[in-house]
Each structure stands twice: as structure tokens, then as C-alpha cells.
């Protein structure tokens, strides 16, 4: 089988790594060319850049971050984080990125995983959802806008419909547990993974190595996705990666 | 001087980054008539296979390519580049460029796809481009259709997704790769 993947992910803002709670309270993580060197060294299987901010005069920035660290790591990474058109998803293919995400702008125009998958084909397109646990709902609902609005589509219905348009991965963050370091999500994770046909990654509460164990062993995640752990070197990629391996997980 | 196979579909920065980092030169050949001064061609795929194919053949580099392949200059396919080597894909119903005998199919059912990630390459016959490579070693592989060759001689490397399925294709001059031999897995 494919093997599992250990993803750091480098929250960016105007041009530096930095890292929240529950997608606020932003602490500085680092520089992002050196940080990707880094984790690749270490053992990291891919990499996921996500510009939080994602202003105009951000994205410049952002697209010169890609083309930096292209030329520096050789593992795929996906970057993502306020693209909202396939001009930009191909200027950040173009720039050396491997894979592009998307979230909000496919929420208001679904069509964007189908154009994105055939101007770039479908492996390059990942799903970015964000969804919070509703207790009204009883169930989760799909975040957009950075955490911002909470709206009424179901994630498992969500993750359906943008994997049939045409995205060939999803990355799944926990905002309940983003940052908290309490676990991922293992019961939505599951959920999604049961439901569609794509790879899902985990993302969101990483915190101890059993987290890790945890969403591949009871969620079926394809990767699992982590950033303050590693980021403020509470753990290490090796670190993780040597355990599990120990543990009968099968990684590179 | 080693020259790519670009039509159009963009990001050849990997892959040319990785031959200039090994000390070799390139070309990026868009048009049939830039194939001269070529000693060796790599032609990397991206995309879906119908397009791909309607594109080169607009371009005329269909026959260039078989044209090189006769005249045994060392050619590379890398994953879709390597599934247009066969006669068929069943992915748009395409008809390829017939260099190996046998189609491209989708996995089953029931399997996650893209297969996309890190996986082991088996060697199961010996082959110069394996040189100081380890056997099982992992390579990155996005894929959700692969090439099911007619003859078994062909395939020399195999990778488990849910079952072996030919990673490694390889016959004479012509080589291809299902994976993406320039993303290198650190550490070893």
C-alpha cells in the first residue's frame, strides 16, 4: 500500500511562518525557506504552505516563498491559502508548487475543483475543508472565510461533492482542535474517509505521537498533517516518524 | 544535452532542476523542429491522456517522438509520459503511441485514488538505470491509472496498490517510470 505520510504544515503570513489557536492568537514560527529545508531533512514526506492572509500585496510574497522553496526541498508540497481563480492556481504551479488547495472560493464557486482539475489535472488539486463540530447539529459543519462563518453544509456531503468535481485530495482541519494539541478529530476524519474515494489528510489537534498513531490506525488517514508540535519543537518528524515505524505503521 | 518533451501543460521546474543539479544540460523542446541536438529526451506527463494526446499529435510531436525512438536515442516517459508509451488508455478511450504493447487501466473500486505518495519500487530484472539504487527503495508516486504491458519481459520494476501493478517499464533504448524520479525521499 501507499505509505502513510507525516505533512508539517507552515501557516504563512507576509512572508513568515506563524502559528495560532483555533485560528487565532498568531505566534512567529520562522522563516519559511529554512523551516521547509528543515523539515525536509528530517524526514517529512510533503509539505503543506497555507497563506492565512491572503491579501493582494500577500500573494506576490507568497508566489516568491514557492519559487524559494522549490528550488530548495524536493519533496511535493501543496500550497494554498485565499486562491480564488485558475490563473492563480497555475501561477502557483508555475512558481514550483506541487499540488495547489483550495477552501473558501470552492465553497462559493464548487465549479473550481472541476476547472482546476482540467486546466491542471485532478492530483494537483487538493480540498481544503475546515469544519467545527455543531452542537445544534449534531454534527460537522463546513468553516469558511479563515474560521470565520460557519455554514450549514455538511462536511461528510461537502467532501462527496468536491472529490466527484474533481479534487484529488482532501486536507481535513479540525477547528475545534486546531492548535490544542488534543487530538485530531478521529470520528470526523473517519467519517470522511469512509465517504469518499480520494486520500484524506488529517489535520488539526495533533499533539503527542499516540495522535499520529491514532489517525491512521482508527481514522484510515492517507497523512497526517501537524504544525505547532513541530514548529515550536515539541516533537520532532524524525521523532514521530521513527516511533511509528516502531509502532507497525508503514512509512517512508 | 538532454532535452524535455514540453507541450504546454506547464511545471517541467522540477524535473529540470534535477538534471541541472546532476551536471547535465537541457532543452525544453515545444515544436518537432526542436529536437535536434538531442542525445537524450525525457517526456514528462501531466494532465489526462485524451488531451495529452490531442495536443502532441496537433503539435506533430507524435511522430518526432516515434521517429527518435527508432533511431534508439535514450528516451525517458515519466508517468503519464509513461502511460502514453503503450497502445490504449482507458482513461478518455485514448489511443497512444504504441511503443509497448498493452493498455493503461484505471485500479478497481474501492481503492483510494490518486495512489499519491510514497511507495516501494521492486526490481524484478536487473537494469542499468537501477545502478546505485536499492532495491525497494521509495519513490513519489500520483497516479490513478497504470500500464498493464502485454509482455511480462517489459516490466522490470513492480509497486503494491492493493496489488503489484508495473512501476518500471523497459525496452532497448525506451524506459518509463509510473513515479517521479526527481522528488527524492530524505533521509534514506
Given at each position: 500500500?501507499?505509505?502513510?505520510?507525516?505533512?508539517?504544515c507552515?501557516d504563512?503570513?507576509?512572508?513568515?511562518?506563524v502559528k495560532g489557536v483555533q485560528f487565532v492568537n498568531l505566534r512567529?514560527a520562522?522563516?519559511?525557506?529554512?523551516?521547509?529545508?528543515?523539515?525536509?531533512?528530517?524526514?517529512?514526506?510533503?509539505?503543506?504552505?497555507l497563506?492565512i492572509?491572503?491579501?493582494?500585496?500577500?500573494?506576490?510574497?507568497?508566489?516568491?516563498?514557492?519559487?524559494?522553496?522549490?528550488?530548495?526541498?524536493?519533496?511535493?508540497?501543496?500550497?494554498?491559502?485565499?486562491?480564488?481563480?485558475?490563473?492563480?492556481?497555475?501561477?502557483?504551479?508555475?512558481?514550483?508548487?506541487?499540488?495547489?488547495?483550495?477552501?473558501?472560493?470552492?465553497?462559493?464557486?464548487?465549479?473550481?475543483?472541476?476547472?482546476?482539475?482540467?486546466?491542471?489535472?485532478?492530483?494537483?488539486?487538493?480540498?481544503?475543508?475546515d469544519?467545527k463540530?455543531?452542537?445544534?447539529?449534531?454534527?460537522?459543519?463546513?468553516?469558511?472565510?479563515g474560521g470565520?462563518?460557519?455554514?450549514?453544509?455538511?462536511?461528510?456531503?461537502?467532501?462527496?461533492?468536491?472529490?466527484?468535481?474533481?479534487?484529488?485530495?482532501?486536507?481535513?482541519t479540525s477547528m475545534d482542535r486546531d492548535g490544542e494539541k488534543s487530538g485530531y478529530d478521529?470520528?470526523?476524519?473517519?467519517?470522511?474517509?469512509?465517504?469518499?474515494?480520494?486520500?484524506?489528510?488529517?489535520s488539526g489537534g495533533a499533539g503527542?505521537?499516540?495522535d499520529?498513531?491514532?489517525?491512521?490506525?482508527?481514522?484510515?488517514?492517507?497523512?497526517?498533517l501537524a504544525a505547532s508540535v513541530f514548529h515550536f519543537?515539541e516533537?520532532?518528524?524524525?521523532?514521530?516518524?521513527?516511533?511509528?515505524?516502531?509502532?507497525?505503521?508503514?512509512?517512508? | 544535452?538532454?532535452?524535455?518533451?514540453?507541450?504546454?501543460?506547464?511545471?517541467?521546474?522540477?524535473?529540470?532542476?534535477?538534471?541541472?543539479?546532476?551536471?547535465?544540460?537541457?532543452?525544453?523542446?515545444?515544436?518537432?523542429?526542436?529536437?535536434?541536438?538531442?542525445?537524450?529526451?525525457?517526456?514528462?506527463?501531466?494532465?489526462?491522456?485524451?488531451?495529452?494526446?490531442?495536443?502532441?499529435?496537433?503539435?506533430?510531436?507524435?511522430?518526432?517522438?516515434?521517429?527518435?525512438?527508432?533511431?534508439?536515442?535514450?528516451?525517458?516517459?515519466?508517468?503519464?509520459?509513461?502511460?502514453?508509451?503503450?497502445?490504449?488508455?482507458?482513461?478518455?478511450?485514448?489511443?497512444?503511441?504504441?511503443?509497448?504493447?498493452?493498455?493503461?487501466?484505471?485500479?478497481?473500486?474501492?481503492?483510494?485514488?490518486?495512489?499519491?505518495?510514497?511507495?516501494?519500487?521492486?526490481?524484478?530484472?536487473?537494469?542499468?538505470?537501477?545502478?546505485?539504487?536499492?532495491?525497494?527503495?521509495?519513490?513519489?508516486?500520483?497516479?490513478?491509472?497504470?500500464?498493464?504491458?502485454?509482455?511480462?519481459?517489459?516490466?522490470?520494476?513492480?509497486?503494491?496498490?492493493?496489488?503489484?501493478?508495473?512501476?518500471?517499464?523497459?525496452?532497448?533504448?525506451?524506459?518509463?517510470?509510473?513515479?517521479?524520479?526527481?522528488?527524492?525521499?530524505?533521509?534514506?
Amino acid at each position: 500500500m501507499a505509505e502513510k505520510k507525516i505533512i508539517p504544515c507552515l501557516d504563512m503570513k507576509d512572508g513568515r511562518v506563524v502559528k495560532g489557536v483555533q485560528f487565532v492568537n498568531l505566534r512567529d514560527a520562522g522563516d519559511p525557506v529554512e523551516l521547509a529545508a528543515f523539515y525536509e531533512e528530517q524526514g517529512a514526506d510533503e509539505l503543506v504552505f497555507l497563506d492565512i492572509a491572503a491579501t493582494n500585496e500577500g500573494r506576490e510574497t507568497m508566489l516568491d516563498v514557492v519559487r524559494k522553496v522549490a528550488e530548495q526541498i524536493t519533496i511535493p508540497f501543496t500550497v494554498g491559502g485565499g486562491i480564488r481563480t485558475v490563473e492563480q492556481m497555475k501561477a502557483v504551479i508555475d512558481a514550483g508548487a506541487d499540488k495547489v488547495s483550495i477552501g473558501t472560493a470552492a465553497y462559493d464557486n464548487p465549479h473550481l475543483f472541476k476547472e482546476g482539475a482540467e486546466a491542471l489535472g485532478p492530483d494537483r488539486i487538493v480540498a481544503a475543508i475546515d469544519a467545527k463540530f455543531v452542537d445544534e447539529a449534531g454534527t460537522w459543519r463546513v468553516v469558511i472565510h479563515g474560521g470565520n462563518t460557519v455554514t450549514d453544509k455538511d462536511v461528510v456531503e461537502w467532501a462527496k461533492e468536491a472529490a466527484e468535481l474533481g479534487a484529488g485530495e482532501i486536507l481535513l482541519t479540525s477547528m475545534d482542535r486546531d492548535g490544542e494539541k488534543s487530538g485530531y478529530d478521529l470520528e470526523m476524519t473517519k467519517a470522511v474517509v469512509d465517504a469518499v474515494d480520494v486520500p484524506v489528510i488529517a489535520s488539526g489537534g495533533a499533539g503527542t505521537i499516540d495522535d499520529f498513531y491514532a489517525a491512521f490506525t482508527k481514522a484510515n488517514a492517507a497523512g497526517a498533517l501537524a504544525a505547532s508540535v513541530f514548529h515550536f519543537k515539541e516533537t520532532s518528524v524524525k521523532e514521530v516518524k521513527a516511533e511509528l515505524k516502531r509502532r507497525g505503521i508503514d512509512l517512508k | 544535452m538532454i532535452g524535455i518533451i514540453d507541450y504546454g501543460a506547464g511545471n517541467l521546474h522540477s524535473i529540470e532542476k534535477a538534471i541541472k543539479k546532476l551536471g547535465f544540460t537541457t532543452k525544453i523542446m515545444s515544436k518537432p523542429d526542436e529536437f535536434h541536438g538531442i542525445n537524450k529526451i525525457i517526456f514528462p506527463g501531466v494532465g489526462n491522456a485524451g488531451k495529452t494526446m490531442q495536443i502532441i499529435k496537433k503539435l506533430g510531436m507524435d511522430k518526432q517522438i516515434k521517429k527518435c525512438i527508432t533511431e534508439g536515442v535514450p528516451f525517458l516517459g515519466i508517468c503519464l509520459g509513461m502511460q502514453l508509451l503503450l497502445e490504449f488508455s482507458k482513461e478518455n478511450e485514448t489511443d497512444c503511441l504504441s511503443i509497448f504493447e498493452g493498455t493503461v487501466i484505471p485500479f478497481h473500486q474501492g481503492v483510494k485514488v490518486p495512489h499519491m505518495g510514497w511507495n516501494e519500487v521492486q526490481q524484478i530484472m536487473k537494469h542499468p538505470i537501477y545502478k546505485g539504487i536499492p532495491d525497494r527503495c521509495d519513490f513519489y508516486f500520483v497516479h490513478s491509472f497504470y500500464v498493464q504491458p502485454l509482455h511480462e519481459s517489459d516490466v522490470i520494476g513492480l509497486t503494491n496498490y492493493s496489488h503489484d501493478f508495473c512501476s518500471v517499464i523497459a525496452r532497448d533504448n525506451v524506459i518509463g517510470v509510473q513515479f517521479h524520479p526527481e522528488k527524492v525521499p530524505k533521509p534514506d
